[in-house]
């Protein structure tokens, strides 16, 4: 019998500990993924060093050309390819952020933006129409080798060619 009982109270234990477990666990949204990318690569990106290699984020490596370098989060079903000059981070159909979904993320990377990057200055006049949402926070002269920054790209409602990105982009020199 108290065999039997240990049992039950061990059983019960370990299912209230997975059930704790699970519901202590939480799992970023999309827009929260993006920013944890943004933030844990691509702003070290900037400096010219990874704190990680994105394997380590969860990220799987899918290069599609010689000497491309891109991965797939399968957490927020994105596309982080990373280049000489540029980290961005992308979605598109049938993956695609919703509109509510990219409000949250060019919020989000307004306030990276300001605490990381605090000499990028926000371009109000960065419009691309109504159905777009386009955020972009710059300095430079635009077409200059020294213009770099970080912008936001959303295209929620085009069906199947709605998607997102995410972008920072170096200067092409090497004075900043």
């Not at 666990?25 to 010219?48: A, K, M, N, Y």
């Not at 000059?85 to 979904?101: D, G, M, R, V």
């Not at 949402?133 to 970080?150: C, D, E, I, N, Y």
Request: glycine share 6%; hydrophobic share 40%.
């Amino acid at each position: 019998m108290k065999l039997r009982v240990l049992l039950t109270l061990c059983a019960a234990g370990l299912a209230a500990g997975l059930l704790l477990g699970r519901m202590l666990q939480h799992e970023p949204s999309r827009p929260e993924r993006t920013v944890q990318l943004f933030t844990d690569i691509c702003v070290p990106f900037s400096h010219g060093q990874l704190s990680a290699p994105p394997e380590g984020l969860g990220l799987v490596r899918n290069d599609l050309l010689p000497r491309e370098r891109r991965w797939t989060d399968p957490v927020s079903a994105s596309h982080l390819r990373l280049d000489e000059h540029t980290c961005s981070i992308s979605t598109n159909a049938p993956h695609a952020l919703t509109k509510a979904e990219g409000d949250a993320l060019a919020a989000d990377i307004e306030q990276v933006v300001a605490a990381t990057f605090p000499n990028l200055a926000f371009d109000p006049k960065a419009t691309l129409g109504d159905d777009v949402l386009f955020r972009a926070w710059m300095t430079g002269k635009a077409a200059s080798p020294q213009r770099w920054g970080v912008s936001v790209y959303m295209f929620p409602d085009r069906g199947e060619r709605s998607g997102s990105l995410v972008s920072l982009t170096l200067p092409r020199s090497k004075a900043f």
